[in-house]
T-cell receptor
């Protein structure tokens, strides 16, 4: 069964610092990869997604992620975080044509002003 | 983007009662809808997948007689928590996927259930 691992449970950064959140998955076939963000008190929003093509995916709000197939990874990055990026970030994997999506445990990002 | 709504946004009920939560896709037809449960400070756990007009597929460990799912139309799915107990208190989130390309799911805002 597919699984998703997010290694960082809570990350604390100062404004303008660079961000990288790790995401690894276990599945040998074709995968679709997603990063979602959940701001306090709000519902999940899609940051970016990868289905095929260029492994470097750019999303909203200056986020990007790189799919490295050999490492089964899809890490999220942002060069300079803002206080408003404080939120919970979830990596998710959908395997090929399967219906269901598996979520990682989430990483809480706190950005100090 | 596509919009998914949930009703109610929060509900408090007594132990032993049943609660129905609705999930609607407002501007697209959802061939598949998903129900998740999210405990405080934890990730989303998939409970079940439902395709319009057919029985839901439940994840291992999820009691189908307790969590009744109906997907009667392409825009509406309902989750009924039967004989609710305090341990059923949680945040329930639905998502919907259309028939288009990409397997992208659109998430509802969630329903917070508190069972007293």
């Amino acid at each position: 069964a597919q699984s998703v691992s997010q290694h960082n449970h809570h990350v604390i950064l100062s404004e303008a610092a660079s961000l990288e959140l790790g995401c690894n998955y276990s599945y040998g076939g074709t995968v679709n990869l997603f990063w979602y963000v959940q701001y306090p008190g709000q519902h999940l929003q899609l940051l970016l997604k990868y289905f095929s093509g260029d492994p470097l995916v750019k999303g909203i709000k200056g986020f990007e992620a790189e799919f490295i197939k050999s490492k089964f990874s899809f890490n999220l990055r942002k060069p300079s975080v803002q206080w408003s990026d404080t939120a919970e970030y979830f990596c998710a994997v959908n395997a090929g044509n399967n219906n269901d999506m598996r979520f990682g445990a989430g990483t809480r990002l706190t950005v100090k002003p | 983007g596509a919009v998914v709504s949930q009703h109610p946004s929060w509900v408090i009920c007594k132990s032993g009662t049943s609660v129905k939560i609705e999930c609607r896709s407002l501007d697209f037809q959802a061939t598949t809808m998903f129900w998740y449960r999210q405990f405080p400070k934890q990730s989303l756990m998939l409970m079940a997948t439902s395709n319009e007009g057919s029985k839901a597929t439940y994840e291992q460990g999820v009691e189908k007689d307790k969590f009744l799912i109906n997907h009667a139309s392409l825009t509406l799915s309902t989750l009924t928590v039967t004989s609710a107990h305090p341990e059923d208190s949680s945040f329930y989130i639905c998502s919907a996927r259309g028939g288009g390309v990409g397997n992208e799911q659109f998430f509802g805002p969630g329903t917070r259930l508190t069972v007293l």
